[in-house]
């Protein structure tokens, strides 16, 4: 038989005991029984060329058909797609430890808030701060979510709530983004909470925010997605449609922190406003569900941020489910929730909420990209799509969730490059 000439590719990966590819899930993010497809290829190989996948299968396979110089052995680990985060608070100056203190000795998170602490105690020192501190800090929390396996991460504003420090949080998130290999996408959250100078006029700065933020975003295309803490005592449900609304016309699509701690209506908001997503829902009503279904809105689910707020509810996730409401993860990183790993996500997930970890799996890639509208390019290996790849150092998928509270990330490749090896950043590949 006549041997077949090789086609060259950048890089392959291969011997990977299970390589999850996460297949099928680009035009539509994957729900119901197909919530935990994984995709699954036993002795897995990818062959990658200039930044993106060229093809998988088993290692036989491409073994076959593909040769380079540069043949990584997964050495028996589990290779997936990069964690996509789609839900986090990158950017603010200083912390909170001392809150966390106050509320495990019972003080609420309400009650701190209104003692102008909480959001409004991150907002005073993100005011102050340089765009140059601000960095320096997206740096180090970037380096941390890279190690743990988080390749691309939506980033809300929403911590200075003037026109200027929104537009010096956003422009943080654009220098961060350039130089750093993490990929940013950014939201624009001027409605996070209402600033102080605007204590009992919350009218007031919504109007701020519709007729001078949000044109002054667009007209700069520092976000894609404008997003509104739709909350008792923060935005109703007219004010937040108020701002979703003017944040379309600006080309800028709507996302809802919806039903964190009320049932206010703000599933029936994101479905009314056609939102890609609704966040949070820990108090989401069964017609607010059902109504995200219909409109295919999807679920980004923060279970960090519940167990971080000590909130003894969890998200009801199979009825989400039942529902066709797609499901995606999310780590809600902020200054009281300060989580950069995924992999703690799917921890808490699995046993709080009763996910499985191929459920937990699909939400953290596949169904994440769809979150933040990039599921053309990420969220799974599939050919074309971008190279964005982890070597996990366990034997089986059922690993994440089930042994937790440490990172279990040998590699991770970034757009065809190794950018963590040995769970250690490699700073000189940038
Ligand atoms: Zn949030």
Same mark, same amino acid.
């Given at each position: 038989?006549?041997?077949? +000439?090789?086609? &060259?590719?950048? @890089? ?9 590819? =996460? *297949?099928? #899930? /680009? ?60 839900h986090?608070h ?38 102050? +701060?340089?765009? &140059?501190?601000? @960095? ?9 979510? =890279? *190690?743990? #396996? /988080?390749?691309?991460?939506e980033?809300k504003s929403g ?27 950014p939201t624009f959250l001027g409605a996070h ?30 976000a894609?997605f404008c997003d509104v803490f739709c ?9 937040s449609?108020?701002i979703l609304?003017?944040g379309?016309?600006?080309?800028l699509m709507p996302k809802v922190h919806a ?16 939102a890609i997503s609704a966040e ?20 980004v ?130």
């Open positions: 038989m006549r041997e077949v +000439a090789r086609e &060259e590719a950048d @890089l392959i990966l291969e011997n990977a005991s299970e390589l999850l590819t =996460l *297949e099928g #899930g /680009t035009k539509k993010p994957l729900i119901g029984k197909r919530s935990r497809d994984l995709g699954l290829v036993k002795d897995g190989s990818i062959a990658i060329s200039r930044g993106r996948v060229v093809a998988v299968g088993t290692t036989a396979k491409i073994r076959e058909r593909f040769e380079s110089r540069k043949i990584i052995d997964a050495n028996k680990k589990v290779v997936m797609p990069g964690f996509v985060d789609p986090t990158l950017v603010f100056a200083g912390s909170r430890e001392d809150e966390f203190e106050m509320r495990l000795e019972g003080t609420s998170y309400m009650e701190i808030l209104l003692k102008d602490g909480g959001i409004l105690k991150t907002v005073r020192e993100t005011r102050k +701060a340089s765009k &140059e501190r601000l @960095l320096e800090g997206c740096r180090k929390t970037l380096n941390v979510m =890279l *190690e743990h #396996g /988080t390749t691309t991460v980033a911590y200075g709530l003037t026109t200027e420090s929104e537009l010096k949080c956003l422009e943080v998130m654009r220098l961060a983004n350039e130089e750093h290999p993490v990929e940013i996408v909470a209402v600033p102080t100078e605007y204590k009992n006029n919350t009218d007031g700065y919504v109007n701020l925010i519709t007729n001078e933020m949000i044109p002054e975003v667009a007209a700069r295309r520092l894609e909350e008792e005592g923060v935005f109703d449900v007219e004010q449609r108020r609304t003017q379309k016309r600006y080309g039903d964190e701690m009320t049932a206010l209506g703000g599933a029936e908001l994101a479905a009314e406003m056609q949070h829902l820990l108090f989401a009503s069964e017609s607010g569900l059902k109504a995200m279904a219909e409109e295919g809105v999807i679920a689910l923060l279970p960090g941020a519940s167990f971080a707020l000590m909130m003894q509810r969890h998200m009801n996730v199979k009825k989400m489910m039942e529902n066709g409401v797609p499901v995606a993860l999310g780590t809600d990183f902020n200054p009281s929730c300060w989580v950069e790993s995924q992999q703690m996500i799917i921890a808490i997930a699995c046993h709080q909420m009763r996910m499985t970890p191929s459920e937990a799996i699909v939400a953290t890639t596949m169904n994440a990209a769809h979150a933040i509208k990039r599921a053309q390019e990420l969220g799974s290996l599939e050919p074309g799509k971008r190279a964005d790849v982890l070597v996990l150092n366990v034997p089986g998928h059922r690993f994440l969730g089930y042994r937790f509270g440490v990172n279990l990330v040998d590699k991770v490749i970034k757009d065809g490059r190794i950018v963590v090896d040995g769970g250690r950043v490699l700073q000189r590949e940038w």
